[in-house]
């Protein structure tokens, strides 16, 4: 049974930092793509930012490039984020989530596999 | 403003097939074959319903299914269940290593 669980989640002050985790049981961590994707309370989905398989590409949306480092340690089957300089329209439900396809150089298939959330507010 | 145009809402009656659309531009939807659609219960984690405009991953019921026609893609939910009350999001590769999300439509079964 696939498993991810993130955590790591709470309230901080604007300007602050956050370090989300997600830890993966029952998937080959290590072949897949790795997603952060937020959803604002009551809002839509947002994609946050992806990193390949093996960790050396990872990319951002605009509206947190350069604040947020998203990581990996596949010895450890578990994801991370880095959110610096936080914002008040930080404030989201954020999830993991697993590409579909494994081992490639295009991380962008469809998320197949997603973890609960752990939410973030951002608030003084 | 989200970068892709979804429908706000969308209804139809158990049996009945319902279709959402999911509108971008040649830089997303119309440029690549990687549009994807995700269904959402409320206080829950998104499902991916389809890939690449019209894979189903296992698991998916048949009444689901996914098209492109220029910028705009489509869901169609055929058969419809009272289960597939929920909200549905599209999301679209968006070049530059970008994805693109749809602002959701929220799908209600009369």
């Known amino acids: 049974q696939v498993q991810l669980v993130e955590s790591g989640g709470g309230v901080v002050q604007p300007g602050g930092s956050l370090r989300l985790s997600c830890v993966t049981s029952g998937l080959s961590f290590s072949y897949y793509a790795m997603h952060w994707v937020r959803q604002a309370p009551g809002k839509g989905l947002e994609w946050v930012a992806v990193i390949s398989y093996d960790g050396s590409n990872e990319y951002y949306a605009d509206s947190v490039k350069g604040r947020f480092t998203i990581s990996r340690d596949n010895s450890k089957n578990t994801l991370y984020v880095q959110m610096n300089s936080l914002r008040t329209g930080d404030t989201a439900i954020y999830y993991c989530a697993a590409d579909i396809k494994w081992l490639g150089s295009f991380y962008f298939f469809g998320m197949d596999v997603w973890g609960q959330g752990t939410t973030v507010t951002v608030s003084s | 403003q989200s970068a892709l145009t979804q429908p706000p809402s969308a209804s139809g009656s158990p049996g009945q097939s319902v279709t959402i659309s999911c509108t971008g531009t040649?830089?997303?939807?119309?440029?690549?074959?990687?549009v994807s659609w995700y269904q959402q219960h409320p206080g829950k984690a998104p499902r991916l319903m389809i890939y690449e405009v019209s894979h189903r991953p296992a698991g998916v019921p048949s009444r689901f299914s996914g098209s492109k026609s220029g910028n705009t893609a489509s869901l169609t939910v055929s058969g419809l269940q009272a289960e597939d009350e929920a909200d549905y999001y599209c999301s679209s590769y968006a070049g530059g290593n970008n994805l693109a999300f749809g602002g959701g439509t929220k799908l209600t079964v009369l």
């Open positions: 040649s830089s997303d939807v119309g440029g690549y074959n990687y």
